[in-house]
């Protein structure tokens, strides 16, 4: 997860920028990540969660002259704790 937050914040920075290419590149990673996550899922709960983390990604690509549904802050705060657990292992 902690890799998927780093490709979200990816995704956010290229969002704001309003950089196409940069944005696809990053989307495009992110997907892949969501994809084996959903390969490798564990339980029903956390394919749901997997699932509403590819529609916040989707909302960034599909937006990106207007707002996706998540801010930045939304998106740190959600991805923070497992970047924090990585650097404590």
Known sequence: MANLGSEFMRVVSAYEKK?????SQ??????GI???LLLNKKSDSEEKEVLI???VLKSFS???????????????????PFALRMLIQ
């Open 53 to 55: 983390l590819r529609d």
């Open 34 to 36: 969501i994809d084996k």
């Open 62 to 80: 599909d937006n990106v002259d207007n707002n996706a549904f998540a801010k930045k802050s939304d998106i740190e705060s959600y991805f923070n």
């Open 19 to 23: 950089d196409a290419l940069l944005l």
């Open 26 to 31: 990053s989307v495009a990673r992110a997907s």
